[in-house]
């Protein structure tokens, strides 16, 4: 496949989801620029192949300017960037406001401003994509979650002002995944109770997330949408 010289940057690509889209992304012959918060085997991985990776933590603005300056430093033109990077951070009781002001860097303002700050460096680059991966939870909300899931619905909601604000040049998309893949340590109670949500009833594994964004990447005609992914969860 031939593919823009341009890179693709996509955020958290250390392991499980956006491990895998990097990968897929190589094979697909995208130039690849990726971040990381810890040093983990994949990221070394992706070195080898050629991508650039790139130290960065998004739990508050100035981490997220000292990332931006930091791209910036390295490449004057992105195809697309994809946010996948994602705290799944339990909101302690006593410690809420701190849980809610990271996930909503995390979500929210790190997206915002790579945004923002990267318009430039996606107008040179023709087609050109951002994707945000948000979450099914911001659906229906959820009692236990309720910080990570309204970053999440904010998120979607950024979706659509980049869309307008962005087009004709830039594509801006979503897609919100339901279960994709379980922790190792959910245990087997945990495993069935979930599974049992969906009306599909399987792990599907991180190849319909890239499935999701192939689409939104290679598709001329979409932006605004953000593609569900939920294995039918809202029909139970
Ligand atoms: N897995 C699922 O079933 C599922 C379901 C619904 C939605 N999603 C969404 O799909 C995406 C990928 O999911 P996943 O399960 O692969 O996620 P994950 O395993 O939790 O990985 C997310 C990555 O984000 C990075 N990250 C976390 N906090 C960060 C911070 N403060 N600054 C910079 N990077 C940070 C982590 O980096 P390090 O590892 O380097 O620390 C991690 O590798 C996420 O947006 C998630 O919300 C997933």
């Not at 992105?78 to 996948?84: K, Q």
Request: glycine share 6%; net charge negative; hydrophobic share 40%.
């Amino acid at each position: 496949m031939s593919a823009s010289a341009a890179p693709i940057l996509i955020t958290g690509a250390s392991q499980r989801i956006g491990l895998y889209c990097a990968e897929r992304l190589l094979d697909d012959g995208h130039a690849l620029i990726v971040t990381y918060r810890s040093e983990r085997d994949g990221i070394d991985r992706l070195r080898q192949r050629g991508a650039l990776a790139l130290q960065a933590d998004f739990a508050d603005e100035a981490g997220i300017l000292a990332f931006i300056e930091q791209l910036k430093g390295h490449t004057d033109s992105l195809r697309a960037i994809v946010h996948n990077a994602s705290d799944w951070l339990v909101e302690t009781p006593g410690e809420e406001a701190a849980a809610f002001q990271r996930l909503f860097s995390v979500h929210m303002l790190a997206p915002y401003l790579i945004n923002l700050h990267c318009q430039p460096l996606l107008e040179r680059s023709s087609p050109a994509d951002i994707v945000h991966i948000s979450d099914d939870v911001a659906r229906k909300g959820s009692a236990n979650r309720s910080a990570y899931c309204a970053s999440k619905a904010g998120l979607d909601s950024l979706t659509l002002s980049f869309a307008a604000r962005f087009a004709p040049q830039i594509k801006v998309n979503g897609i919100a995944p339901a279960l994709i893949m379980f922790n190792p340590d959910d245990d087997a109670e945990y495993r069935a109770k979930t599974l049992n949500k969906s009306a599909l009833g399987i792990e599907p594994g991180p190849q319909v997330i890239y499935q999701s964004l192939r689409y939104l990447l290679d598709n001329p005609y979409v932006t605004g949408t953000t593609l569900t992914v939920n294995g039918g969860r809202h029909l139970k």
